[in-house]
């Protein structure tokens, strides 16, 4: 008993097993603590209102016309036979003893877990609106505006110029932006190969620049171009009926223009109050729990998890840390210590990856790289095959995380 | 069934709800290899579509188990660049050595026999899941 205390940390509690957790968001991140708080026998109950899921990592290949909306869809029907009740509802509001549901149904919970990801800041940017979404697609919550951006691209004239947004941190993957212009530069080079792409960006820096930078050069010459801020790039407002977005010095015409806007946590996560002024979510680093609202822990691109980017395998690795915790507290054991790790794959093209990694540690109630470990790919004495390999390990990743999260 | 339960704890973290319920899970330290490598499970390979297809896809990623020591080793020699990795030497950097040799006895525990490396000798020495 000492040794199994010591080394996985023996729950035992009379209250557990009526507890009730409710778990509000089925992306990456709700998706996966809700599985693993049922794999500890927990009562979990799941509350998403899309009845299918359609994933981001891997949906620029979609826009590229390389792969299937279908590949990146998937049903609960997995989570709800590894134990979890599902319920497609949406959350209208949170009190400190229950979520309300938009078919009237009110859900108890003793702990409960936000993980609803991002919304649309529609706010943030003069002039992109829902209506101006539909013309100038952001695509960054994958489906329909996916597939619109998608026609777009196809509908282009050859010679054409695809416009991409891109703006200020934190957002949702931070690479996915330069992996969207890599592939689209991929599917002009070979049907349309006197267009380009520019990026108008909002920042001096962006992740894995050396390895885009220079693989844009290698792969795509003049097809792709960056602008930054220094450049006077950023754009601050957008005409969606001309096609034309402005920055403080210029107007840019594009025949396709892609505006990933500013974001914000999740809907729910302002509504319920755990969004503080910068629209993200404090939380206590080693449990998730809101700095804010007692009781209620949040997760994935929501939360601010300090160094930790805002990812998929991010968000997965979390939820299954936070399920643990959960459980922990329930049955008033003390929190358990663990790093998480981030691995970020970006594809150049469909058979050339590259890679981010990072390794965090949860110190002074903060996620903290740790010194020495992660890091980009190898710019210098990468191993010969290396970047096929590394699109061979972003499928593969794929494929794990999502019959890890979705599957059964 | 007491010493079942014992040795089950050691190897994969047991948490006891109350009754006599006892559920299993990864322990919290390695649970986030399970990001790329299935833990517990064959590796990849299928997804689920929304319409019941299958989606298979191709895995390369190995599974991660067998004798702890030659884990260890193994995690050891990608750490210090002997053995020639991707991603791998990056993330266990991250990890002391008295911390990796702790995961190579819960990795090892799962009873998976894989090898982990990748461009070393990529494939030669992969197993199956048990």
């Given at each position: 008993?000492?040794?199994?205390?010591?080394?996985?940390?023996c729950l035992s509690g009379g209250g557990v097993?009526?507890?009730?957790?409710v778990v509000a968001g089925g992306g990456f991140?709700?998706?996966?603590?809700?599985?693993?708080?049922?794999?500890?026998?927990?009562?979990?109950?799941?509350?998403?209102?899309?009845?299918?899921?359609?994933?981001?990592?891997?949906?620029?290949?979609?826009?590229?016309?390389?792969?299937?909306?279908?590949?990146?869809?998937?049903?609960?029907?997995?989570?709800?036979?590894?134990?979890?009740?599902?319920?497609?509802?949406?959350?209208?509001?949170?009190?400190?003893?229950?979520?309300?549901?938009?078919?009237?149904?009110?859900?108890?919970?003793?702990?409960?877990?936000?993980?609803?990801?991002?919304?649309?800041?529609?706010?943030?940017l003069p002039g992109y609106d829902q209506a101006?979404?539909?013309?100038?697609?952001?695509?960054?919550?994958?489906?329909?505006?996916?597939?619109?951006?998608?026609?777009?691209?196809?509908?282009?004239?050859?010679?054409?110029?695809?416009?991409?947004?891109?703006?200020?941190?934190?957002?949702?993957?931070?690479?996915?932006?330069?992996?969207?212009?890599?592939?689209?530069?991929?599917?002009?080079?070979?049907?349309?190969?006197?267009?380009?792409?520019?990026?108008?960006?909002?920042?001096?820096?962006?992740?894995?620049?050396?390895?885009?930078?220079?693989?844009?050069?290698?792969?795509?010459?003049?097809?792709?171009?960056?602008?930054?801020?220094?450049?006077?790039?950023?754009?601050?407002?957008?005409?969606?009926?001309?096609?034309?977005?402005?920055?403080?010095?210029?107007?840019?015409?594009?025949?396709?223009?892609?505006?990933?806007?500013?974001?914000?946590?999740?809907?729910?996560?302002?509504?319920?109050?755990?969004?503080?002024?910068?629209?993200?979510?404090?939380?206590?680093?080693?449990?998730?729990?809101?700095?804010?609202?007692?009781?209620?822990?949040?997760?994935?691109?929501?939360?601010?998890?300090?160094?930790?980017?805002?990812?998929?395998?991010?968000?997965?690795?979390?939820?299954?840390?936070?399920?643990?915790?959960?459980?922990?507290?329930?049955?008033?054991?003390?929190?358990?210590?663990?790093?998480?790790?981030?691995?970020?794959?970006?594809?150049?093209?469909?058979?050339?990856?590259?890679?981010?990694?990072?390794?965090?540690?949860?110190?002074?109630?903060?996620?903290?790289?740790?010194?020495?470990?992660?890091?980009?790919?190898?710019?210098?004495?990468?191993?010969?095959?290396?970047?096929?390999?590394?699109?061979?390990?972003?499928?593969?990743?794929?494929?794990?995380?999502?019959?890890?999260?979705?599957?059964? | 069934?007491?010493?079942?339960?014992?040795?089950?704890?050691?190897?994969?973290?047991?948490?006891?709800?109350?009754?006599?319920?006892?559920?299993?899970?990864?322990?919290?330290?390695?649970?986030?290899?399970?990001?790329?490598?299935?833990?517990?499970?064959?590796?990849?390979?299928?997804?689920?579509?929304?319409?019941?297809?299958?989606?298979?896809?191709?895995?390369?990623?190995?599974?991660?188990?067998?004798?702890?020591?030659?884990?260890?080793?193994?995690?050891?020699?990608?750490?210090?660049?002997?053995?020639?990795?991707?991603?791998?030497?990056?993330?266990?950097?991250?990890?002391?050595?008295?911390?990796?040799?702790?995961?190579?006895?819960?990795?090892?525990?799962?009873?998976?026999?894989?090898?982990?490396?990748?461009?070393?000798?990529?494939?030669?020495?992969?197993?199956?899941?048990?």
């Open positions: 008993m000492g040794l199994v205390g010591l080394l996985s940390g097993t009526k507890a009730r957790v991140a709700g998706a996966t603590c809700a599985r693993t708080l049922a794999q500890l026998g927990i009562r979990v109950t799941l509350v998403e209102p899309n009845p299918v899921y359609t994933a981001c990592p891997f949906s620029n290949l979609v826009i590229s016309t390389d792969r299937p909306i279908q590949a990146q869809q998937f049903s609960y029907a997995g989570i709800a036979n590894a134990g979890v009740e599902v319920r497609h509802a949406r959350v209208v509001g949170v009190d400190a003893q229950r979520v309300q549901l938009d078919d009237g149904s009110r859900l108890d919970y003793d702990r409960l877990v936000l993980a609803p990801g991002i919304e649309i800041n529609w706010d943030g101006a979404a539909e013309l100038m697609p952001h695509a960054w919550q994958a489906g329909a505006q996916t597939l619109l951006l998608r026609r777009q691209l196809r509908a282009m004239p050859d010679g054409g110029v695809v416009v991409i947004s891109v703006p200020d941190n934190p957002y949702r993957c931070p690479p996915g932006p330069y992996e969207r212009a890599s592939l689209i530069a991929h599917y002009l080079k070979a049907h349309k190969p006197r267009s380009k792409v520019l990026i108008l960006d909002a920042k001096d820096r962006f992740s894995k620049q050396p390895l885009f930078t220079r693989a844009w050069q290698e792969q795509y010459g003049q097809l792709v171009e960056w602008q930054g801020r220094s450049a006077g790039a950023a754009v601050v407002e957008v005409d969606a009926q001309s096609g034309a977005v402005l920055t403080d010095f210029e107007t840019v015409r594009g025949d396709v223009i892609n505006v990933i806007p500013p974001q914000r946590a999740g809907f729910i996560a302002q509504t319920a109050g755990a969004a503080d002024n910068s629209g993200w979510c404090p939380i206590q680093a080693g449990t998730f729990e809101s700095t804010r609202l007692d009781r209620v822990h949040v997760l994935g691109d929501a939360a601010i998890a300090n160094a930790m980017p805002k990812s998929a395998f991010s968000a997965n690795a979390q939820a299954k840390l936070c399920a643990v915790q959960v459980a922990r507290l329930l049955a008033d054991q003390p929190p358990q210590p663990a790093k998480l790790i981030n691995t970020c794959y970006s594809l150049i093209a469909p058979e050339y990856g590259i890679s981010v990694a990072g390794v965090y540690t949860a110190e002074k109630n903060t996620w903290r790289s740790i010194p020495g470990a992660g890091g980009i790919s190898p710019m210098l004495q990468a191993p010969a095959g290396a970047p096929r390999l590394e699109a061979e390990y972003a499928r593969a990743w794929y494929a794990t995380i999502t019959r890890e999260v979705f599957g059964g | 069934m007491s010493k079942t339960l014992t040795v089950t704890a050691l190897l994969t973290g047991v948490v006891t709800l109350g009754q006599g319920v006892f559920a299993e899970v990864v322990d919290q330290r390695i649970q986030v290899c399970g990001g790329c490598h299935a833990l517990g499970a064959p590796a990849g390979g299928q997804g689920h579509g929304v319409d019941g297809q299958v989606q298979v896809e191709k895995q390369t990623i190995p599974p991660i188990g067998g004798d702890p020591e030659h884990l260890y080793q193994l995690m050891i020699a990608m750490k210090t660049g002997q053995r020639a990795v991707t991603v791998m030497d990056r993330i266990l950097r991250g990890y002391t050595d008295a911390e990796l040799k702790e995961m190579a006895q819960l990795l090892g525990a799962l009873g998976n026999s894989g090898d982990p490396g990748d461009l070393g000798n990529r494939g030669s020495q992969r197993s199956q899941v048990k």
